[in-house]
């Protein structure tokens, strides 16, 4: 537990160093940076991530999938 521990420390300070993963200060990580943690960890614990799905609730009550295309980068589909 402690080397997952550890990986997922590491994940998160590399995606905190890019700025498209992180909010206006680059201090934390955006939307878009913890859909890709989640998904890398996801990968990390051998889950297949075509079995999981991630779904966003916006501040508006819409609701998107989270998918995730083969780069590794993350997209929101509208649910109907």
Sequence with gaps: MTMMR?????QEANLTDQSAYT????????HTGLE?????T??????????????KIEDN????????????TTVQIPCP
């Design 6 to 10: 550890k990986w997922y420390q590491d």
């Design 23 to 30: 909010d206006n200060s680059g201090t934390s990580l955006n």
């Design 36 to 40: 890709k943690l989640f998904f890398d």
């Design 42 to 55: 996801l990968g990390k614990m051998n889950i297949n991530k075509d079995n999981m799905i991630l779904q």
């Design 61 to 72: 009550g819409g609701i998107n999938t989270i998918s995730i295309n083969s780069d590794g």
